[in-house]
């Protein structure tokens, strides 16, 4: 059974780092690309970039490029998205999502991470 | 870059048929795919390259295609199908991915 597990919920405040992960389990992790949507309080889901874990090639939304990293670790079968300094913008849902074999969409999906970020 | 288009909301009968559409110029070239989303969850896909059923998802849930606007079709809805519908796309490189702005069923 495919099965993407998140990190927890995070508080933070504006300017801080910070690191959320994904670990996936039922398939062979070096297959699949794996994507990041956020999804804002009220909003519809964004596309923020995928990873393919076999050799960490990246793809980024233009409108979000450079402001997050987006990192594998095959050893242990987890992607991660990565902030050096968060804003009260970036407080959203993040979720992690498998994309399918066959289309550039996903099918399967983390149950998401709760990132607050104050002012 | 583009955008794809959905009605904010859709409202109908238990037992009718819900259609929510999705529109772009974009759509003739690319895939469109559906997510059903409930509170509190994850979206999970419905449809996928405008037509196909994922296994396990109910067969009253189908999709078509039509030049720009592909649509999704809910046919007998129930009220478990009240729910966020979003489309998305994407073009074949995976350097572009967007979602409509999502469609509300309300089942009355």
């Known amino acids: 059974e495919v099965q993407l597990v998140q990190s927890g919920a995070e508080v933070k405040k504006s300017g801080e780092s910070l690191r959320i992960s994904c670990q996936a389990s039922g398939y062979t992790f070096t297959r699949y690309w794996l994507g990041w949507v956020r999804q804002k309080p009220g909003k519809g889901p964004e596309w923020m970039g995928f990873i393919y874990p076999r050799d960490s090639d990246t793809r980024h939304s233009p409108s979000l490029q450079g402001q997050v990293t987006l990192s594998a670790d095959k050893s242990i079968n987890t992607v991660y998205l990565q902030w050096s300094s968060l804003k009260a913008s970036d407080t959203a849902i993040y979720y992690c999502?498998?994309?399918?074999?066959?289309?550039?969409?996903?099918?399967?999906w983390g149950q998401g991470s709760q990132v607050t970020v104050s002012s | 870059s583009y955008e794809l288009t959905q009605p904010p909301s859709v409202s109908v009968s238990p037992g009718q048929t819900a259609r929510i559409t999705c529109s772009a110029d974009?759509?003739?070239?690319?895939?469109a795919h559906w997510y059903q989303q409930k509170p509190g969850q994850a979206p999970v896909v419905i449809i996928y390259?405008?037509?196909e059923r994922p296994s396990g998802v109910p067969e009253r849930f189908s999709g078509s295609s039509s030049g720009t606007v592909v649509t999704l079709t809910i046919s007998g809805v129930q009220a478990e199908d009240e729910a966020d519908y979003y489309c998305?796309?994407?073009?074949?490189?995976?350097?572009?991915?967007?979602f409509g702005g999502g469609t509300k069923l309300t089942v009355l």
């Open positions: 974009i759509l003739p070239k690319q895939y």
């Open positions: 998305q796309s994407a073009d074949n490189s995976g350097t572009e991915v967007v």
């Open positions: 999502a498998r994309r399918s074999e066959s289309y550039w969409g996903f099918d399967y």
């Open positions: 390259k405008d037509t």
